[in-house]
């Protein structure tokens, strides 16, 4: 059983900046993948970004040029920097662990999931 904490959410406003931070309690990057995915109020969840073992890192188009995601060198640990952030980011930001590293921008392949961050962008 893999477990995720996030840390770094809070409140900002409009342009500001987050940096979001996930651990894990297994070495995942070393085969598989870690994504960020958030869900806004009355929305469904949706793929934010993700790395994987070989630091292939895709982005939804809404984020990307203002988000970037990293691991660190343990392979158990990603960070999400988010700049420019907008009032439409605002939502809660859930880290999850891909152990097969395959489809690592669809939510269902993601096998353990932590209990997310909430992200308030103030206008």
């Known amino acids: 059983q893999v477990q995720l904490v996030e840390s770094g959410g809070g409140l900002v406003q409009a342009g500001d900046s987050l940096s979001l931070s996930c651990a894990a309690s297994?070495?995942?990057?070393?085969?598989?993948?870690m994504g960020w995915f958030r869900q806004a109020p009355g929305k469904e969840r949706e793929f934010v970004a993700a790395?994987?073992?070989?630091?292939?890192?895709p982005y939804a188009d809404s984020v990307r040029g203002r988000f970037t995601i990293s691991r660190d060198h343990t392979a158990s640990s990603v960070a999400l920097q988010m700049n420019g952030l907008k009032p439409e980011d605002t939502a809660i930001y859930y880290c999850?662990?891909?152990?097969?590293?395959?489809?690592?921008?669809?939510?269902?392949?993601?096998?353990?999931w932590g209990r997310g961050t909430q992200v308030t962008v103030s206008s």
């Open positions: 999850a662990a891909n152990t097969r590293g395959t489809a690592i921008s669809l939510a269902r392949y993601y096998e353990y």
């Open positions: 297994g070495r995942i990057l070393e085969r598989g993948a």
């Open positions: 790395i994987n073992w070989s630091e292939y890192t």
